[in-house]
């Protein structure tokens, strides 16, 4: 599934010189990041895209039928025991339904589209055991913010997270918690199909038996026929039944976690952070004031969602001074509330309407977070900047809560908590690898540098000493739909939301160095295009997240992990300067996987880090997957 910045991908698959799609009934389009704009611009910008899909046979849903990881679900395109992708970081949230679901970048999309295949390197799979029952009032997003808290040192970073127990999680549960195993860190986070999958299939294959005439992807039912959806139906919910997919008994893990439901409480993520989670009662505790609160996005505005803030704000009004945003997962989510009269409920109680989308969730139309003000949202984001003002305040929270915030004008809870809950019960186990090294096999593979591929790189030291950067902070979310923004407008910007002074620092040729899971966030590919527009080559950092790193490689951005290195910046010189100049100059020997440091003081250390293998040396010399693959096709 692509979205909104499917035109740049239409230019991307062109350039490669693609003529057709490798299989039209692959890909599917959706309108949904930026549908408050109603500029001419933009309607002539989705008009085109309409017009592509048509002209390729590919499914296309327009501005207002939803946020397109609700349609993919709704339609039957994210099934159960399937792998489904789109170019969007929240992909994960298939796995609520038993999908293996996980994100690509855009250069990744016109590959697919042209070739039917991408890239991946197999991650160490988690398990996370999931024990006991919530507690009434606790919900899945209290779980995935307390996950998110309680293992916030990339325990699961760019892992396959597979969920077990949780047998009474609701579906709509299920899916907020696989939503956010972005914020965690994972690539995935997949939960067993199960009688609840089974009998959510079937109420939504009901409900389109109701409401398939409004889809003109579908075709139509000759006359006397009886109607049946070409992915969710009969048969292939009883293939389900018939083909259960469980875990081999001799399964291996990286890592187990366990999580005791039953001890958890509503928790709160933030501010301005999903690393931090702190229960409800003590927040509340604080008199935290707030200026407006958000009950949108992918990860909870969907029929159960809106219910449980309707059920709060019935016969009640919004605080004076807050603004209460809501928006529907989708056009068949408003009906479905509409039919309830949950949405006319929100409405009644001040609640103002936004349509179906993403919005605010990205920073972009109505509403968004002012300077100094604090905002409460039930989105999945809460990252310095995203919704609005640098300056500005985010926390997370479910969807009950969220309203209730929204009547008491603070941080509140829908019913009284006691500030004396139990403390989370929870356990992690890493499992030892087997003996056999990969440093051995590497050791006896001979190094080697492709003709043209830079056998040494050198460059300054130039650090930004912060953990978890993520990718509104280094490409702020404002600008990702802005179409005009080129490369000089991108080198302007870059880094803006984390450090503004870092433009006035960096050089080019400098060797960029960064925390740990550097590049954390959205799927957004200019997180790497701005960091090359500074003319950097090659940057190190202790970690990466995957979504970055595919989006560096695919825009020929070298990268080097070296938590030594990291730990050795981070001991010299602390954090008081957000970019630091080092002085401190290196020789990075590429394929050997060597990096030698001299400080300014002539002090030598050399460091042995991964070496830069034949595949990314070739999509380098071709200048990024785009060009890659134009070679091949």
């Known amino acids: 599934m692509t979205i909104d910045y499917l035109y740049i991908i239409q230019y991307r698959f062109k350039s490669i ?37 048509k002209e390729h046979g590919v499914d296309f849903y327009p501005a207002g039928r939803g946020i397109g990881h609700q349609v993919m679900i ?46 991946w390197q197999i991650p160490p799979v988690v398990k996370v055991q999931l024990e006991g029952q919530l507690q009434p009032g606790v919900t899945g997003k209290d779980v995935i913010i307390s996950l998110c808290g309680l293992f916030n040192q990339d325990q699961v970073l760019n892992t396959a997270i597979e969920f077990h127990g949780g047998d009474a999680l609701s579906v709509e549960d299920r899916l907020a918690i696989a939503n956010m195993t972005t914020e965690w860190g994972a690539l995935a986070g997949v939960f067993p199909v199960d009688n609840l999958t089974i009998d959510y299939l079937r109420k939504r294959m009901a409900r389109i038996e109701l409401t398939h005439f409004n889809n003109k992807n579908l075709k139509p039912t000759p006359k006397g026929e009886k109607f049946v959806h070409p992915r969710i139906n009969n048969e292939t919910i009883q293939g389900l039944i018939d083909n259960p997919l469980t875990p081999g008994s001799n399964a291996t893990y990286a890592k187990k976690l366990t999580l005791d439901l039953s001890t958890l409480t509503p928790y709160i993520s933030g501010p301005n952070s999903v690393k931090v989670a702190t229960p409800l009662a003590e927040l509340e505790a604080k008199d935290i004031k707030i200026s407006k609160a958000y009950l949108v996005s992918c990860v909870n505005s969907r029929a159960s969602d809106l219910k449980q803030a309707a059920d709060v704000v019935k016969g009640k009004k919004v605080k004076e001074g807050v603004e209460f945003y809501v928006a529907a997962a989708s056009s068949e989510v408003q009906k479905e509330v509409e039919e309830t009269g949950d949405w006319q409920t929100l409405l009644d109680a001040g609640a103002k309407p936004l349509p179906a989308g993403c919005g605010p969730c990205i920073g972009l139309g109505t509403g968004l977070l002012k300077d100094n003000e604090v905002g409460i949202s039930a989105t999945n984001r809460n990252f310095k900047g995203r919704m609005g ?20 004008g603070k941080i509140s809870s829908p019913n009284g908590l006691d500030p004396n809950a139990p403390t989370p019960s929870f356990t992690i186990e890493t499992i030892q690898q087997s003996a056999t090294s990969s440093d051995e096999s590497s050791s006896a593979a001979e190094p080697e540098v492709l003709p043209n591929f830079p056998a040494v790189i050198k460059g300054e030291l130039l650090f930004c000493n912060t953990d978890n950067l993520n990718t509104d902070g280094i490409y702020p979310g404002k600008y990702t739909y802005n179409d005009d923004m080129t490369m000089d407008d991108m080198r302007k910007v870059v880094m803006e939301n984390y450090d503004p002074e870092f433009v006035n620092v960096v050089k080019p040729g400098d060797v960029l160095v960064g925390g740990y899971n550097f590049g954390t966030g959205s799927s957004r590919e200019q997180a790497a295009t701005a960091l090359k527009s500074r003319d950097l080559q090659i940057m190190i950092a202790g970690s990466y997240s995957d ?27 602390g954090n008081k300067e957000l970019t630091k100049r080092t002085s401190w100059n290196v020789t990075i020997h590429v394929a050997e996987g060597r990096v030698e440091v001299k400080k300014d003081n002539g002090f030598e250390k050399t460091y042995k880090v991964g070496p830069l293998g034949k595949s990314v040396q070739e999509i380098w010399l071709d200048n990024g997957l785009e060009g890659w693959v134009k070679q091949r096709l």
Do not use: C, M
């Open 17 to 53: 010189g693609a003529t057709k799609f490798y299989n039209p009934k692959q890909p599917v389009f959706a309108l949904d990041h930026d549908v408050q704009n109603k500029t001419e611009k933009n309607l002539k910008k989705y008009a085109n895209i309409e017009k592509f899909a």
């Open 74 to 119: 709704e339609e039957g395109y994210a099934f159960p025991h399937t792998l489904t992708v789109a170019s969007d970081s929240h992909s994960n949230i298939y796995g609520g339904i038993g999908a293996v679901g996980t994100p690509i970048v855009r250069t990744d999309a016109a590959a697919i589209w042209a070739t039917g295949q991408t890239w």
């Open 389 to 408: 003002s640098p300056s500005s305040l985010a926390y997370l929270a479910s969807p009950a809560v969220v309203a209730a915030s929204a009547l008491s």
């Open 547 to 573: 979504i970055f790193k595919r989006n560096s490689i695919n825009n020929a951005l070298l990268l080097i992990d070296s938590p030594e290195l990291v730990n050795d910046l981070k001991e010299e010189f």
